[in-house]
C-alpha cells in the first residue's frame, strides 16, 4: 500500500508509521522494486479507524505459534482497547509492510516490540486529539477499555478519529515500559481466532477457491533429477475440460473438478530418462564425509548420525493463482511472503509489485514452508491455461517434492579430569548445519566446526534447525564424559556451566523431575540434557522404560524447564513448549526418511511414523519468567533437549549407548 | 456409472449430482462447499477428515459418497448449528487444545463419537480412541484434558 493511499483504501482516522531502520537492515530491507511507496525502514503500521477499530499491519504469518494472538496483546497493552477491537493484518504484501520471514523465532524479540511502539504512540495521538477537541489538558485524560476520558468526558477512539487524516512517524528506538509494569501482556490471552478453529469456518489456502478456477496436478520425474524424454498426453487432452501443460521438464494438466485432473495426469505417459543417485539412507553418512569441505581424520573421534526427517505440516503445500493482465496474485501457505513474491516475479520476469502474495493462517509448517513451490506452479499453470488456478498437494507430493531437514554426521571427542571439568572438545558437523553448534559449557579448549557437504536431497529449514542434531550429540556425549569420571550428569553439567541462566534452567527442571530422589528399577532410566539457543535457555529430563526383550523404549514422562526472558502469553507458551516436547519425539524415536535411486520411500504417514496420541508421555513445563530479560521466541528451542534426554535415559535404563537419530531405526 | 443426487448433511437434503465412487471428502469439500472437514493425508492415517455418519466417525478421505447415501452425515460446520458451541467445542477453546487448528475439526467430530461410545473415558481410553488422529503442532495433552472437561459437561450431547 503506497502511503498516500491508506486513508483512501483504509477510510478516515490515525495512522503510525514504525521507522525502523536497524530492522530495515538486518533484514535486507525490501527488494528492488518494492510494491509500497512508504519508506524502505518501515517495519509496521498501526491505523485506528472511524469505526474505533484498530488494524496492524504485519508481514509475519500466523502458522499456529500464535502470533497473532501475542500481536493482538501488544497492542491491548499499550492502547487499552479491548481485544475484540483489534484485527491485525498478515502477511499481504500489498497491504503489509516488508519482511523477512516468519523465521528464526524473530516474532517475538523483533515484531512484539515494534507493535507495542505503535500501539503506544497511537495512544499519545488519541490524547492529543481529546486534548484538543475538548480544550482540556492532556494530564486530566486517561485511555482505558476503548475509550478516551477526562474533563467529564469520554469519547470512543472511533469518534476521536473521525474526520481525521492524521499520520506520524515514531522511531522505533522509543522506550517501553519494563515487563513488571505489564498489564495485559504476561498474562494468557486466549487465541484470537480459535472460535474460526472449533466452527470449522476459517479458510485455509487449501479450503480456497475462485470463480472459474480449475483444479491443478503437476507430472513429478519418478526420480529426482530425472528428465522428461517424451510425453504422450492424448488420452489426457481428450478428458473433458482438461488442458495440458507442457513447458521443457514441466508436465502439468487443469481440469474443472479435483478428481478430474487426478485421473488425467494418471493418463498421461512419460518416458524418463533415468539418473543413478550418488547415496541413499544408508550410505548416507559416508558421503557427508567423503563430500565435506574440510572435518576431522577418519577413526579419530566418535560418530554420531543424523537422518533426514520431513516436517510433515497437516496442511500440504497449496497455492491459489489468477492472472488478471500482468499481475498475479497467490494465495498460498509460507512463512515468507516477499520470499514468494520475489520468486514470482523471477519467475514470470515481472517487477515485484505485479505479484502479490497473500498468507492465509496457515496449517502449520515449521521451517518448512519457507519457499513458493506451489505458488510458482499455480501461477505458471495459471497463465497457461488462462484462469485461476488451484495447486493443493497430496500427502505423498508434500513428502516428496518438499524439502526435508537435512540428515548429518557429528564427530565427536572431550576429555574430563577427575573432578569433572571438562578440558578438551572437539565437536564436527557434516551436514546438518551449524545452529547450536557451540557447547554453553565452559570449556577451556574448545574446537567447533560445521563443514558443508553434498546432499543428495532437497534439504531447508525445521524448527530448531540443526540446534536440534547438535545438542542430541553434544549432551549425549557430555554423558559419555560424565560416565568416564564417574560422574552423575547432573552433578556433571553444574560442574561445567558457568552460565547462570544455563544453571537455572537445569536446576529447575532437576528439581521438578525429582532427579536426586529418583529410584532406578529394571528397565526403568533416566535422563537429562540442556541447551541454548534463539535466546532460550531449555533443560530436559525424561524417564523412560526399555523393554528387556524386545528393546521396545517408552517415554513415560519429560520435564521440560524454559527460560526466554519475560514471558508474553504464558498459556501459550506452554503450549508451544508441549508441543516441542511432542514433535521432538517423533525425530527422537521413530522418523526418518529412507530414500535410494532418487525415490523416497517413506512417502506415505502409512510408511513414515508420526508421534500420536499413544506416543504421548506425561509432559511437565518449568517457565522461568525473567521479567528483567528481553523476551525471546519460543517455537523452536524447547525442542533441542528431548532427543538427548531420551538417548541418555535408554543408557540408564540398558546401559547402550545409541549414537544415532532417530534413537529406535 | 452410478449417480448419487442426494446427501443427507447436517440436518438437511443437499441436491448433487456426483459419480458414486468420488469420495465423501470430495463431495462435502469441493460440491458442498464445507471445507471444515479438511484433507490431511487422503490414506486415512490423520483423521483430519473425519465426519460423523449416523453418529459414528468416519473418515471421509476414504469413504465413497455412494457408501453413505440416505445416512445423516455431521459436519463440523453442523455441530453448532444455532450458534451455541457443542460442549467439545467449547472444551477445546478452553483447554487452547490447538495451534496452527488445521486438525481441530476432525479431532472435536472424534471426540463428539468417542464420548457417544465412551461417555466418561479414561486417560488411556481417550489416548486409543484418538490414537487415529494425528497433531503435528503436539496438542495432544490439551485435547485429552479438553475431552476430559467435556466429558463432564455433557459432551455426549
Known sequence: MKRRDFFAVLGGGIVVLLDDEIYAQETGGPRRGAAGAAPVEIGAWLHIGESGVVTVYTGKVEVGQNARTSLTQAVV??????????????????????????????????????????????REMLLDLAAQKWSVNRDALTVADGKVSGGGRSAGFGELTRGEKWTRTIPASVPLAEATEWKTAGKSMPKVNGLAMVTGAHKYTYDLTRPGMLHAKVLYPPQFGATLLSLDAAAAEAMPGVKVVHEGNFVAVAAPQADTAAKAVAALKAQWKPVTAEADSHSVFRYFKQTAQGGAPAGSLTPYTIAYIAHVPLEPRAALAEWEGDKVTVWTGSQRPFGVRSELAQAFGIPEEKARVIVPDTGSGYGGKHNGDA?????RIAKAVGKPVKRNWTREEEMTWAYFRPGGLIEVAGKAAADGSITEWEFHNYNSGGSGLQSPYSIPAKKEQFHQSKSPLRQGSYRGLAATANHFVRESYMDELAQSVKLDPLEFRLKNAKDERLRGVIVAAADKFGWKARRKTAGRGFGIAAGFEKGGYVATCAEV?????????????????????????????????????????????????????????????????????????????????????????????PIVGIAPAIGNAIFDASGKRIRRLPLMA | MARITELLVNGGRRRIDVDSDRTLLSVLRDDLDLTGSKFGC???????????????????????????????????????????????????????????????????????????????PTESEIASGMNGHICRCGTYPRVVRAIQSAAGKGGRA
Open chain 2, 42 to 120: 487422503g490414506e486415512g492415517q490423520c483423521a483430519a477428515c473425519t465426519v460423523l455418519v449416523d453418529g459414528a466417525a468416519l473418515k471421509s478421505c476414504l469413504t465413497k459418497v455412494g457408501a453413505v447415501a440416505g445416512k445423516h452425515i455431521v459436519t463440523i460446520e453442523g455441530l453448532a448449528p444455532e450458534g451455541k458451541l457443542h460442549p467439545v467445542q467449547q472444551a477445546f477453546l478452553d483447554a487452547d487444545a490447538m495451534q496452527c487448528g488445521y486438525c481441530t475439526p476432525g479431532m472435536i467430530l472424534g471426540a463428539v463419537a468417542l464420548l457417544r461410545r465412551t461417555p466418561s
Open chain 1, 375 to 379: 505458488a510458482l506452479e499455480a501461477a
Open chain 1, 77 to 122: 497493552e499499550e492502547l487499552h482497547a479491548p481485544p475484540s477491537s483489534v484485527n491485525i493484518e498478515m502477511a499481504d504484501t500489498d497491504l503489509t509492510p516488508f519482511d523477512i520471514g516468519t523465521v528464526g523465532s524473530m516474532t517475538t524479540p523483533r515484531m512484539w516490540p515494534q507493535i507495542r511502539r505503535a500501539a503506544a504512540a497511537a
Open chain 1, 545 to 637: 522404560n526399555v523393554d528387556a526383550k524386545t528393546g521396545a523404549v517408552k517415554v513415560l514422562r519429560a520435564v521440560v524447564a524454559f527460560e526466554c526472558g519475560a514471558v508474553v502469553n504464558p498459556e501459550h507458551l506452554r503450549n508451544q513448549v508441549e508441543g516441542a516436547i511432542v514433535m521432538g519425539l517423533g525425530g527422537a524415536l521413530f522418523e526418518e526418511i529412507q530414500f535410494g535411486e532418487g525415490k523416497i520411500v517413506t512417502n506415505r504417514l502409512a510408511k513414515y511414523r508420526v508421534p500420536r496420541f499413544a506416543d504421548m508421555p506425561v509432559i511437565e513445563s518449568v517457565l522461568l519468567d525473567r521479567k528483567d530479560i528481553v523476551s525471546a521466541g519460543a517455537g523452536e528451542t
